[in-house]
């Protein structure tokens, strides 16, 4: 023997400490609080599936459930596609190429709250971006103010700040591309539109897949984008509202609604659940074709 | 010619990327005479005063302290902590191993959005919310972080640590001596992940602090926009304040940074 027998739990003792009370029990405790009425200071009845049942009659969820969902698909296909472009753009080890990677990197190292700051002042009324939009004749855009463009203007900056992780994923993928089949092609006389579409794409579809998976929960899942944008109100009348930050108004503060905000989470937890299991699916396809 | 249209596109890319960051430094050094609507990157007089003047109206530096004690504490129980547990995992012969490892593996699949408010009620029930001690805990033992460190423990060749054994070191001394140092690269790429994730957090923070002396950097930004909105200089000083260290310290190991995204330590 070349340890005594509590010693691993010794050196796991801290690392399951941490995990069991600030994930798994709280992830159970908010399954139960799901079902039941408690409030601000915790507690409640049990109530059944009152919660779900007021859900299906609360416009404010519909809003919340329509727009990260709205969310989800509008940044995925961009985060699936520009990123992979962008990686066959610094692959070639051309002279400067690591400083352009670098660069292309930055935005997704600055937190979502300094990038969210950002394009709040370039997308206001008088900001940058609609000085180009007027120089170039246009009419000023109310990236901030119309509630839909506000979701809009949200993916943009979601795409934006996600780009360049994705393309970090896509450059190892490419690393494993077998050459071979790309000079093949080439040989055969295909362009490189064509090779692309023929040759990468099929050799890039667990990653894309992967790619697809991880923007779609994570999408699913926006806050602080929309919430920096709005200026924390969700948009004109809340009308930007997604489902996190539907969750963190309903169960925080003096008023906060502990089981109903639970019974939401308990909807986002299996919404999630449900986009990880499609991926899995995806991919063992991929497998037995 | 493929050449410059390749370039030509780089540079493209390279202006939406990081334009917007100098745009806001730009703004952060702009004077108060300058008319900040214009669409000029140049400062005609380039002054600090903003950086100044951002602290007279929240107080940025004590923000900036809370981060930084927050994101080292965060990185210190994170390699420490998820190290020994890995260790364990991967290392130890025990019974209830494959239990420990699948508690991990579970807690890795809990999306924390979906915990926020039951978190929030474990943190009242110890009496730490409103205390930076509440910031950091929730994550201060990230379970990826354990099955990462797992993960570089079992790629150590077993002979390592025969000889210690031999020699009659104990589990500890072994784990200090031996092991820790073998898997130094993954510590690093630990540490960074953990400073950055910790210095970035932003909706934990704004759920569980409530007094702004207790503000990390991110939710007293956006406290700033919510009083100061109109002060574009300072808002955009604040914001350079609060990406600037990040940004330096990537410059410095960005090797590192990719490397984590290849090893899943990011999760986007």
Same mark, same amino acid.
């Given at each position: ?17 941490v ?7 709280p992830?159970? %405790? ?7 009425d ?12 009152? %919660? ?52 292309f990197?930055t935005?997704?190292?600055?937190s ?5 700051l950002i ?16 120089a ?24 934006w ?17 077998? %050459? ?14 064509r ?5 990468t ?39 930007s ?10 169960g ?30 995806? %991919? ?6 | ?71 080292v ?9 998820a190290a ?33 408010i ?26 990826l972080?354990?099955?990462?460190l ?9 002979e ?32 960074l992940?953990?400073?950055m ?72």
């Open positions: 023997m070349t340890h005594r027998p509590h010693t691993p739990w010794l050196f796991l003792l801290p690392g399951l400490a995990v069991l009370m600030f994930s798994i029990f992830f159970l %405790n908010m399954i139960v609080l799901a079902f039941t408690a409030d601000a200071l915790g507690g409640g009845q049990f109530t059944g599936v009152d %919660n779900f049942v007021r859900m299906v009659d609360d416009p404010k969820f519909w809003v919340a459930a329509r727009n990260s969902t709205l969310y989800l698909f509008g940044v995925v296909p961009p985060l699936v596609l520009l990123p992979l472009l962008l990686a066959l753009l610094v692959r070639r080890q051309v002279p400067g190429i690591t400083f352009f990677r670098t660069a990197f935005p997704v190292i600055a979502a709250v300094v990038v969210g394009w709040t002042w370039l997308l206001d009324s008088r900001g940058l971006v609609n000085s180009v939009v007027e170039l004749g246009g009419a000023r855009i109310p990236f901030l103010t119309d509630s839909s463009l506000l979701l809009v203007s949200a993916m943009a900056v979601t795409v700040k996600g780009m360049g992780y994705y393309m970090v994923i896509y450059l190892a993928a490419l690393a494993n591309v077998p %050459n071979d089949l790309h000079e093949a092609a080439q040989v055969d006389g295909a362009g490189p539109i090779r692309f579409v023929s040759v794409v099929p050799a890039l579809r667990p990653t894309m897949v992967l790619v697809a998976a991880l923007s779609a929960v994570n999408g699913f899942r926006v806050f602080a984008e929309v919430y920096l944008l709005s200026g924390g109100s969700g948009g004109p009348g809340g009308a509202t997604t489902l996190v930050m539907l969750i963190q108004q309903t925080t503060g003096l008023t906060g609604e502990v089981g109903y905000a639970s019974a939401l989470s308990l909807v986002l937890f299996v919404v999630t659940l449900g986009l990880l299991l499609i991926t899995l699916r995806l %991919n063992r396809k991929e497998d037995l074709l | 010619m493929r050449l410059f249209w390749r370039y030509l596109l780089l540079l493209f890319v390279l202006a939406i990327s990081i334009g917007p960051f100098l745009w806001q430094l730009s703004t952060s050094l702009k004077g108060a005479g300058e008319d900040v609507y214009l669409p000029d990157f140049v400062p005609d007089d380039p002054t600090l005063a903003n950086y100044a003047g951002v602290a007279d109206v929240v107080p940025v530096w004590t923000f900036a302290l809370n981060s930084l004690l927050v994101a504490v965060n990185v210190v129980c994170n390699c420490l902590g020994m547990a890995g260790y364990a995992l991967a290392r130890l012969k025990f019974r209830g191993r494959r239990l420990a490892g699948l508690v991990f593996a579970a807690a890795i699949l809990v999306p924390f959005e979906t915990i926020l039951s978190l929030f009620l474990v943190m009242r029930s110890l009496g730490l919310t409103n205390t930076l001690t509440g910031v950091v805990l929730p994550g201060a033992i990230a379970a972080n354990v099955l990462l797992r993960n570089a423990f079992l790629a150590l060749p077993g390592v640590e025969e000889a210690a054994i031999i020699d009659g070191a104990n589990a500890w001394q072994r784990f200090v001596r031996i092991a820790l140092p073998s898997v130094r690269g993954t510590l690093v790429v630990v540490a992940f953990s400073f994730f910790s210095w970035d957090d932003f909706l934990w923070p704004l759920i569980v602090l409530s007094d702004p002396d207790k503000y990390t950097l991110t939710i007293g930004l956006a406290y700033l926009q919510g009083t100061f909105f109109q002060n574009q200089r300072l808002v955009a000083a604040g914001t350079i304040i609060a990406v600037a260290p990040l940004i330096l310290l990537f410059l410095l190991l960005q090797k590192h940074f990719f490397r984590g995204v290849g090893e899943g330590a990011l999760k986007g």
